[in-house]
């Protein structure tokens, strides 16, 4: 994912991409913090093709803690849904948004690799 943002999307230097370590954020998801002009979106692959995309409600960059405690909450997710044929995108999407907002955390329309 980073490598095809890097170079097909996000070569302009007004882009920067921060790709988090596993042990950084202590999960078995890649994320990605992708900013331009002071505004942050982010990326978590998930490793099944499927990538969520969130970000502030105001754009403003999300702090390593909490993104290690988003990362938690979506492996508790995944934990729930293990065992049935949904996508975890769209689980927490539909079923987590609201409580996302209230945190100020918009869940965007995910994306298939």
């Known amino acids: 994912m980073i490598i095809i943002l890097k170079e097909k999307y996000l070569n302009d230097s007004n882009f920067g991409v921060k790709e988090f370590q596993q042990n950084e954020l202590m999960t078995p998801f890649q994320f990605v913090e992708i900013s331009y002009l002071n505004r942050f979106m982010y990326f978590v692959e998930f490793g099944n093709g499927i ?43 539909n079923h987590y948004s609201r409580d996302y907002i209230a945190k100020g955390i918009v869940i965007q329309l995910g994306a298939k690799t």
């Open 51 to 93: 990538i969520g995309v969130f970000n502030k409600e105001t754009y403003a960059k999300i702090t390593t803690e909490d993104l290690s405690l988003l990362s938690s909450e979506f492996k508790d997710f995944e934990n729930e849904i293990k065992n049935t044929s949904k996508v975890l995108w769209s689980y927490i999407r």
